[in-house]
């Protein structure tokens, strides 16, 4: 089992900026695709952002230009830049990451983070 530890999260006025980070523990060396996935209250869980490890990005439509995805390799750390925020942001915010270990690739989950934008 992996546990990935976030970071980040709380309350903030529209406009405001937040940053998430999540990080998988160092001694594992096959941590692959990382990414953050949010869900709000009765909406089913949506992909935010995910960067490979190469550093190629992906993001949701509802959310680029105004949230950046970064890694940091050599921690196994995964960070989310939120700027911009609006109300519609209001989530519990997820980390994601692909990891291989013995060839064999299983997806872990942090425990959530909750986001909340006031109007």
């Known amino acids: 089992q992996v546990q990935l530890v976030e970071f980040g999260g709380g309350l903030v006025q529209a406009g405001g900026s937040l940053r998430l980070s999540c990080a998988a523990p160092?001694?594992?060396?096959?941590?692959?695709?990382m990414g953050w996935y949010r869900q709000a209250p009765g909406n089913q869980r949506e992909l935010v952002a995910h960067?490979?490890?190469?550093?190629?990005?992906n993001y949701a439509d509802s959310v680029k230009g105004r949230f950046t995805i970064s890694r940091d390799n050599a921690k196994n750390t995964v960070y989310l830049r939120m700027n911009s925020l609006k109300p519609e942001d209001t989530a519990v915010y997820y980390c994601n990451a692909e990891v291989s270990i013995n060839k064999i690739i299983n997806t872990y989950w942090g425990q959530g983070t909750q986001v909340t934008v006031s109007s």
């Open positions: 960067i490979t490890r190469g550093g190629s990005t």
């Open positions: 160092v001694s594992i060396l096959g941590v692959n695709t």
